[in-house]
């Protein structure tokens, strides 16, 4: 075990509410400086190929103005209390990031509340956005990087599902006011919605001032959540074509524990020793020792309710191979060789450290904050992350390294040119040999 870390602890939020609407509201007083970092998420399902674009469309209007005042007044409006919004969405949640000057913070609040109550349905609006967004999400689908998450998610999920994570342009293209006034009714409501403040706040008065302004916002559909993915099982990977690159992208996942799970702690750590930190056994073995990887690592993808443990290769294309051949090594070394005593107190330092220090600044424990809340864990959850790894035995790391790292029980998708892949290719088939 390591020493006690009590100096890397992060600050617990001084409140965590919920309002009568269903809006949960965290406040953490962090008086750095006479800012306030502001992170507002609003859940959602998506259930429909392709609709990620319509709620990427209605997160792009969202800051174009409201139904009383236009964009330049709006943007007037931040600009006079030293403030910045940003909005998005992806296939799981709205997002509204930014902060301002801490006196400001009642005002501010007000024209977000202003903003996600009310915003701006006019043609004149729309038009432009909907082109820009059908444009954008067309030329970043040709992407390497796009096209091999498409194929991991296509082997993952299984194409209609893994469409329904995927952002279609002709939606976009073809939606009307009338069409973003519907899904902002449908989607945009206080129920399971999570607003992070951490700054140069008073807890109490800001609690206030939230209340005042997010207090009459409707509640919305119970319902309207995303539910985990379905749980996939592993396979050999599939070779997707990209015909003459000189590079292969090597994208590898399998089920792990959810954020939730009194395991994940040294589920973490293993996966800490495996590859997800620059002493790891795949970075010394892949690049230092090899040079087959100029970019390569392992990582905990997190969405409510699951995680996937992620092993990520770029590779030059006549290293392909093998490649993939010392990643299924340091997979199976990692089930019959488990991590050592020292590999996983270097592990446990360098997690409890890295943390520490990801989440010095406001802004980074707002947002840390902020995607925590939405996976379902508490709101004290960096607080004690440290006082969990310290907690985790040995022998609780070695048994999540047998458990979660078995090559078989891992799939992917190898984006390469065929050449690059000709000796892994099974017959008649995409599928290659791991």
């Known amino acids: 075990m390591t020493a006690s870390n009590d100096g890397a602890r992060l600050p617990l939020p001084d409140l965590d509410t919920t309002l009568p609407n269903g809006l949960r509201v965290v406040l953490c007083s962090a008086p750095v400086v006479p800012l306030v970092e502001v992170r ?243 970075v010394a073995h892949l690049r230092e020792e090899k040079g087959y990887a100029y970019q390569l690592g392992s990582g905990m993808e997190s969405v409510p309710g699951a995680s996937t443990l992620m092993v990520e290769a770029d590779t030059a294309a006549e290293h392909t191979a093998a490649a993939l051949g010392v990643i299924r090594g340091e997979l199976a070394r990692m089930s019959t060789e488990p991590p050592s005593r020292e590999e996983v107190d270097a592990a446990r330092s360098y997690a409890i450290g890295s943390i520490a220090t990801a989440m010095s600044s406001p802004a980074s424990l707002a947002s840390g904050l902020s995607n925590l809340l939405h996976i379902g864990v508490g709101a004290d959850w960096l607080h004690g992350w440290g006082t969990l790894l310290d907690g985790v035995p040995y022998e609780a790391v070695a048994e999540a390294a047998r458990r979660f790292f078995r090559p078989g029980d891992f799939t992917g998708v190898v984006l390469a040119d065929e050449s690059a892949v000709a000796t892994l290719r099974r017959t008649g088939s995409a599928e290659l040999d791991f």
Do not use: K
């Not at 940003?86 to 006196?103: E, M």
């Not at 067309?138 to 390497?144: K, M, R």
């Not at 003459?244 to 996966?271: C, E, F, K, N, W």
């Open 40 to 282: 507002l998420t609003v859940p959602y399902a998506t259930t429909g190929p392709g609709e990620v674009a319509l709620r990427q469309l209605l997160a792009g209007i969202l800051l174009q103005g409201t139904a009383h005042r236009d964009a330049d007044a709006f943007d007037n409006a931040l600009a006079t209390h030293g403030a910045t919004l940003v909005a998005g969405a992806d296939a799981r949640r709205f997002t509204l990031t930014g902060h301002t000057l801490a006196d400001s913070l009642p005002a501010v609040l007000a024209l977000l509340s202003e903003t996600v109550l009310g915003p701006r349905f006019t043609e004149d609006v729309v038009a432009p956005e909907r082109t820009r967004l059908a444009r954008r999400i067309e030329l970043a689908s040709h992407q390497p990087a796009a096209v091999a998450q498409r194929a991991l998610l296509r082997r993952r999920y299984g194409d209609e599902a893994a469409a329904r994570l995927e952002p279609a342009p002709r939606l976009a293209a073809a939606c009307t006011p009338e069409d973003l006034a519907e899904l902002h009714a449908r989607h945009l409501g206080a129920a399971g919605a999570v607003l992070v403040l951490v700054g140069d706040l008073r807890p109490d008065d800001a609690l206030a001032a939230v209340t005042d302004t997010f207090g009459a916002w409707r509640a919305g559909a119970a319902d309207d959540v995303p539910r985990p993915p379905s749980p996939f099982v592993g396979g050999p990977p599939l070779w997707v074509d990209r015909p003459g690159a000189v590079q292969s992208m090597i994208r590898l996942a399998t089920p792990a524990l959810p954020r939730t799970d009194p395991g994940y702690p040294a589920l973490h750590l293993a996966q800490l020793v495996f590859g997800g930190s620059f002493a790891s056994r795949l």
